[in-house]
Structures are given as structure tokens and as C-alpha cells.
């Protein structure tokens, strides 16, 4: 079995690789060739532990990371954690690997992936709210996808917006505006977004909410919108669709599509497109395995 550290891990998946990667799981997992996801929470004092695992051809990934939103006071990442990567046809245990990287990589990638299907075609500017890490690595990702002109920051911390600006070339706002793709990526506990601030032709891709005490986008807005999920499960339990379903302002068949679908030849329409991304085990795999070949390969 391997060990592989989070500088290994870095060295060996690229952004633009883990997009690919991250595009032919969902891809693979709508057309019914692939097991999971499933997912699992424990909460402790102070935080919780999110357990997520699935598997594609002959690997298996489960991650458990931990999230403790005290930990940068401490000088600590927020969120740490490892994958487990496994032979999927015995058992066999492959590898361990940090799993940082690749959690903030295939959640960016994700975004990408629904932005290169969803968004049109002239889409030009692009609002990221909430300017950590996710909100840079969704910057990267999208210009990986799209060509867009005009990056606009928006973080309730001015100071990590101004940041992210001198980092990516983006422009800071004191609120929320209209454009033509956004991203929300924020820890907020209510939200935020709302049906005004999202003008026709937006696709919003609602990535923050990935736990049950999370909420960033106005209910009433995904039920007026045209909604995708990367899995239709998890984001009813714990994306920002559940709002609108318990609501009852939603039904589970209200939504019109998965990410694999949409991949996958389906055509989805609307106004306004909101992508629910709440993060699943077939990214983690799908890197996870890419991880593991690349270091196998080096070594022949």
C-alpha cells in the first residue's frame, strides 16, 4: 500500500486533469456504471466528520474529513482528511492519500464541468462569493472552460477578497450583483442569494452548502430556476435544495437533470439554471485512482 502526502497529491493531479477526470465519473455514473455515492456525518463538539464513498470501475474511495470551522484560529487548515483508495474487484487496499487537494481540485472541477454544459455560450463575467480557497480554485477552474473577461470578488471579509483580487486579477465588490455565471462557496448558516440578485441567463452554481446546517441560495429562486444536482440524493438531504423541498415549494421531480445527464446529452433549459453541488465520492475516486496510476506508472 501507498502513502501519499499532500505535496504528492498536488504533483501528481493537475486541475486540468482532475476536470476530466471529474467529467467522466459523473458522466459514468448516469449512464449506470458506477457504484454510490454514499456519504455519512458525524458531528462532534466543535465540528463534524463527513464520510463519503464510491466506486467506478475496479477502484473504490472512501474519504472521511473532518471539519472545524475553529481551526484557523489555531493555525489549522478548516477542513482535513484522507482517502482510502481500494481494488474494488477483492478488497485490496491501494493507497492512503491526503485528501486536501483533491477535495478542493474536484469541487473546483465540478464547477467547471457544469459551467462548460450549463453557461452560454457568451457568458463574460463571472461573481465568486466567499473568497477562500474555494473561491480561488473555482476562478482557476473557470477559466480553464470559459473565457471570461470580468472576475467579480464578493467576501463579507473585505480584506480575503482584496486577496483573492491581487491573486487572480479580479474585482472586488461591496455586494452581491448580477452576472453571468456565480459561484457560491461561503460556510453561511442562511442565505444569501436571492431570486433578485439573479438575472436572466445566469447559472448559478451553489457549491457552499454541503452539510445539513448550510444554506446559501433563496428557495423560492431554485424553484422558479431551472435545477441541476450532481446527485439528486445527497442534495436533498443536505444542499440547497433541500430548502426548497421542505418548503414544499419543490418536488424531487421538479429537478431537471443530473450533472452525468446534462453530460451525457441532455438538454436543460431556463432562465436561470441553478447548479446544487454538494460534493460526492465519484470525484473523490475518480482522482483518487488518477492519483494512483500516475504514481504507478512513474515507477515502471
Known amino acids: 500500500m501507498i502513502v501519499f502526502s499532500h505535496e504528492q497529491v498536488v504533483e501528481l493531479l493537475s486541475l486540468d486533469e482532475c476536470i476530466d477526470a471529474?467529467?467522466?465519473?459523473f458522466a459514468l455514473h448516469a449512464r449506470g456504471e458506477a457504484h454510490g455515492p454514499?456519504?455519512?456525518?458525524?458531528?462532534?463538539?466543535?465540528?463534524?466528520?463527513?464520510?463519503?464513498?464510491?466506486?467506478?470501475?475496479s477502484y473504490c474511495a472512501v474519504k472521511m474529513n473532518g471539519n472545524f470551522f475553529t481551526n484557523p484560529a489555531r493555525g489549522l487548515p478548516r477542513i482535513r482528511g484522507t482517502i482510502v483508495l481500494a481494488d474494488a474487484t477483492h478488497g485490496e487496499p491501494l493507497a492512503v492519500m491526503d485528501s486536501a487537494w483533491?477535495?478542493?481540485?474536484?469541487?473546483?472541477?465540478?464547477?467547471?464541468?457544469?459551467?462548460?454544459?450549463?453557461?452560454?455560450?457568451?457568458?463574460?463575467?463571472?461573481?465568486?462569493?466567499?473568497?477562500?480557497?474555494?473561491?480561488?480554485?473555482?476562478?482557476?477552474?473557470?477559466?480553464?472552460?470559459?473565457?471570461?473577461?470580468?472576475?467579480?470578488?464578493?467576501?463579507?471579509?473585505?480584506?480575503?477578497?482584496?486577496?483573492?483580487?491581487?491573486?487572480?486579477?479580479?474585482?472586488?465588490?461591496?455586494?452581491?450583483?448580477?452576472?453571468?455565471?456565480?459561484?457560491?462557496?461561503?460556510?453561511?448558516?442562511?442565505?444569501?442569494?436571492?431570486?433578485?440578485?439573479a438575472r436572466p441567463g445566469?447559472?448559478?452554481?451553489?457549491?457552499?452548502?454541503?452539510?445539513?446546517?448550510?444554506?446559501?441560495?433563496?428557495?423560492?429562486?431554485?424553484?422558479?430556476?431551472a435545477v441541476v444536482v450532481d446527485d439528486l440524493v445527497q442534495c436533498a438531504a443536505f444542499g440547497d435544495l433541500r430548502y426548497a423541498l421542505d418548503g414544499q415549494l419543490m418536488s424531487h421531480d421538479d429537478v431537471r437533470a443530473t450533472l452525468g445527464e446534462v453530460i451525457n446529452g441532455q438538454r436543460v433549459e431556463g432562465d436561470v439554471i441553478v447548479f446544487d453541488s454538494t460534493g460526492t465520492a465519484l470525484q473523490d475516486v475518480a482522482c483518487a485512482a488518477l492519483v494512483y496510476e500516475k504514481a504507478q506508472h512513474s515507477r515502471r
Open 202 to 225: 445566469t447559472l448559478v452554481c451553489a457549491v457552499g452548502a454541503d452539510s445539513s446546517e448550510k444554506q446559501e441560495i433563496d428557495p423560492m429562486l431554485l424553484a422558479k430556476s
Open 102 to 197: 483533491i477535495t478542493i481540485a474536484r469541487t473546483g472541477a465540478a464547477t467547471a464541468v457544469a459551467v462548460r454544459h450549463l453557461a452560454r455560450r457568451d457568458a463574460k463575467t463571472l461573481l465568486v462569493c466567499g473568497c477562500g480557497n474555494q473561491g480561488r480554485i473555482s476562478v482557476e477552474a473557470i477559466r480553464r472552460v470559459r473565457d471570461v473577461e470580468r472576475v467579480l470578488l464578493f467576501d463579507a471579509d473585505r480584506a480575503a477578497a482584496e486577496r483573492l483580487a491581487s491573486d487572480v486579477g479580479g474585482e472586488v465588490v461591496d455586494a452581491i450583483t448580477g452576472a453571468d455565471i456565480v459561484v457560491t462557496c461561503t460556510p453561511s448558516r442562511s442565505y444569501f442569494f436571492e431570486e433578485r440578485h
Open 22 to 25: 471529474v467529467e467522466r465519473a
Open 38 to 57: 454514499a456519504s455519512a456525518s458525524l458531528h462532534v463538539d466543535g465540528g463534524a466528520f463527513h464520510v463519503k464513498a464510491a466506486a467506478i470501475g
